[in-house]
């Protein structure tokens, strides 16, 4: 999560703050705010959730480690649900603003706070149907182990099929090649001037 800068934290005095969030999609972007109505914002066209919305507290200390957040949409529409399982949200990217707006909600300040990507989805059925999305931030995603993590020929060629670097390395270090500084070699073994 970015720290807020301290221009933004002194217009949250005065204004309405507002988080727009913008889910990536495969078939397309769904851009949401917490607030009502449309709202155009970095050109782009905004629907507000109201009270249907919410955004879970955005907690932060100071080793950066960030806890998941979580989105959730409530609604009486069904339908939603069938969207949801449609278009599987799980790994979509994720772009969190923090806005704030004045008092004739024209945007007067924002910055990214998080961009990272859908961890999990939950849905509950009911008279109102909820939507939650945790959303896992760039820290948290740093912290995951790695799929390659130790390099030889192997992992190279599953990263990157019929590539040879490590048969050129071995190439490459089995050669004597000549050094910028007289009297010096790279690689290989000169045996004629080694001495034990």
Not at 158 to 165: N, Q, R, S
Request: hydrophobic fraction near 35%.
């Amino acid at each position: 999560m970015e720290a807020v800068a301290d221009s933004l934290i002194n217009r949250l005095a005065r204004g309405n703050p507002r988080y727009f969030v913008d889910l990536k999609f495969k078939t397309g972007n769904l851009r949401l705010h917490t607030g009502v109505g449309e709202r155009r914002f970095l050109y782009q066209t905004w629907y507000g959730l109201g009270a249907l919305g919410q955004v879970s507290e955005i907690p932060a200390n100071d080793n950066n480690s960030v806890s998941n957040i979580r989105l959730t949409l409530t609604t009486p529409n069904p339908e939603i649900l069938g969207e949801v399982a449609a278009n599987d949200p799980v790994g979509v990217e994720v772009d969190i603003w923090l806005v704030v707006v004045d008092e004739h909600y024209r945007v007067d300040g924002f910055q990214l706070i998080e961009s990272g990507s859908v961890a999990a989805c939950d849905s509950e059925r009911g008279a109102l149907s909820k939507v939650e999305l945790t959303v896992t931030g760039e820290s948290q995603r740093w912290q995951q182990a790695r799929l390659h993590q130790r390099w030889n020929d192997a992992t190279q060629k599953a990263l990157y099929p019929g590539d040879e670097f490590f048969k050129e390395q071995v190439a490459a270090n089995s050669t004597i090649l000549p050094d910028t500084q007289p009297g010096r070699r790279i690689g290989g073994r000169n045996v004629k001037n080694q001495s034990h």
